[in-house]
């Protein structure tokens, strides 16, 4: 099979591989592969498992982020995928879009109902006493991002079950606030202006919760100022790529790796992960919550632009694409080929490849 791998020089290379095979409690996928996530068919499945059979149609995880880490990812025509972790796509939901459900709403989720402490609306091993400030508040930094569309997604959920009352305040680009209100976000801010800061404490009279979506320079100490007297917490994706200094010491950022929810030790950025057990527990329930439903998503799925050209053209394009590391320098990253509608900036969208 074809398979894009890790290559020296920080770069891939699409080379052919001998087909993977499942173990006892795993499946075999066939399908559709972005990144870290991957949207299928089962192909095969292990001699234990009962809940999948070939033909079903799935979208899963699998931690293909960092080359110094030996579990395989999902950049190939084939992938492993580990039975409980897989995601059952509703039938209105095409594959193209539940690729683009694994890794992006299970951060969001992570970052909601457990760094956040706000109480998940399906069963979940983290459990949190109800919220002791009056009128509490979260601010969605960059929520035109896919992580930040799933965390409004999610809110929103809990908004329309009557399970929180948390007022909802966002930052992103002017051309997505029309789009973020229509999904019950009460006020967005343009972060390029000078005065969101003072823009967000005037709107919520101070944030008492925060998720930042990129988590790199001084954003998380800019989310920090938003807060009321008494501080808060963020939740932020990145360990060491933001500036500490100008943090409120009243604020306490939190981080985790959303690769903490397969359960397993795993080496990401240099940090040995430990496994465990309950964030597992935690990623299987929410998965098994997102697949409930075989009509349709409890969330709705980011927007998203299919690629041309397959394995072969992820690296030429799709990494070009997305340029540096930097979420902030995406919306004005002109590359070459540039011209091509598929390569114009990427903002509020996810890239796809097709591999069939």
Known sequence: MKALTTAPGNTALVVELPFPEPGTTEIRSFGRVVGSDIAGIVDKVGSEVTQWHVGDRIAGL???ATSGNVRPG???????????LAIRIPSSVSYDQAATLPLGSLTAAQALFIRLGINAPFPSPFSFPPEANSSPSILIY???TSIGLYAVELIKLLQSAGRQTHRVFATASPKNHVKLLSLGVEAVFDYRSLAWIDDVRKASGGITHAFDCISEDDTTAHISQTFREGGGTIAVIRKAAWNKDGVRPDVTPLYSAAWSGLG??????????PASPEWRVFTVAFFSFLGRDGQKLPIQPNPVRVMPGGLESMVTEGFALLGSSKVADRERNTVEGGLKPWMKPISGEKLVYHLT
């Open 62 to 64: 699998l931690q293909g």
């Open 74 to 84: 999902g950049f190939a025509e084939y992938a492993i995928l580990e039975a409980d």
């Open 142 to 144: 960059s929520a035109a």
């Open 264 to 273: 397993h030790e795993i080496l990401y950025n240099e940090e040995i992960l």
